[in-house]
T-cell receptor, first 114, second 114 residues
Framework: DTGVSQNPRHKITKRGQNVTFRCDPI?????LYWYRQTLGQGPEFLTY????????KSRLLSDRFSAERPKGSFSTLEIQRTEQGDSAMYLC????????????FGPGTRLTVT | GDSVTQMEGPVTLSEEAFLTINCTYT??????LFWYVQYPGEGLQLLLK?????DKGSNKGFEATYRKETTSFHLEKGSVQVSDSAVYFC?????????????FGTGTLLAVQP
């Protein structure tokens, strides 16, 4: 078990471009979360998957954001027409189901929109 | 809505000093409480947790007690080490919720000097 991995670790893009991030959760974990962390703030919840089903989306997730988790394994987060305000660290976490279980976080993808 | 407030940093201490990082919360339901730690260049790690009033979470010499009457979950350590230098996040999740999404405070940077 290598933990939660995220790729790329860093992404610099120009305003208006599309970007896609990938998260590979711990293999037996069926819950997957995306959070966003801006400088000086704590992580904020974006969206949640139970297996392949996206069950909750935050109001922070505008129409330019889309997340998928095909086959309930890895997940992707795509941002279309990036804006400077999208610059942040995007964190992925995974957990088992059932009760209050620990979420394991990946190292994050740092996005800079110029 | 649910929220977490924690003391602003940075907190700068000498090695072997006593540490307190204050955390208070607001929750509509009955929350579970957590402290996460983020070491430089690494992902968030769960440090300790408490799931009901008067529970004490502990790990690596750190402790925090769930105080329902004061809606607090202050982090303490009797003797800090240089290796404890990190950002500490207080967080909650509302038990019984469908997603177990975490709500974080803004984080407190701890710098321990030798």
């Amino acid at each position: 078990d290598t933990g939660v991995s995220q790729n790329p670790r860093h992404k610099i893009t120009k305003r208006g471009q599309n970007v896609t991030f990938r998260c590979d959760p711990i293999s037996e974990h069926n819950r997957l979360y995306w959070y966003r962390q801006t400088l000086g703030q704590g992580p904020e919840f974006l969206t949640y998957f139970q297996n392949e089903a996206q069950l909750e989306k935050s109001r922070l997730l505008s129409d330019r954001f889309s997340a998928e988790r095909p086959k309930g394994s890895f997940s992707t987060l795509e941002i279309q027409r990036t804006e400077q305000g999208d610059s942040a660290m995007y964190l992925c976490a995974s957990s088992l189901s059932g009760g209050l279980v620990e979420q394991y976080f990946g190292p994050g993808t740092r996005l800079t929109v110029t | 809505g649910d929220s977490v407030t924690q003391m602003e940093g940075p907190v700068t201490l000498s090695e072997e000093a006593f540490l307190t990082i204050n955390c208070t919360y607001t929750a509509t339901g009955y929350p579970s409480l957590f402290w996460y730690v983020q070491y430089p260049g690494e992902g968030l790690q769960l440090l300790l947790k408490a799931t009901k009033a008067d529970d004490k979470g502990s790990n690596k010499g750190f402790e925090a007690t769930y105080r329902k009457e004061t809606t607090s979950f202050h982090l303490e350590k009797g003797s800090v080490q240089v290796s404890d230098s990190a950002v500490y996040f207080c967080a909650l999740t509302v038990s019984g919720g469908a997603t177990n999404k975490l709500i974080f405070g803004t984080g407190t940077l701890l710098a321990v000097q030798p």
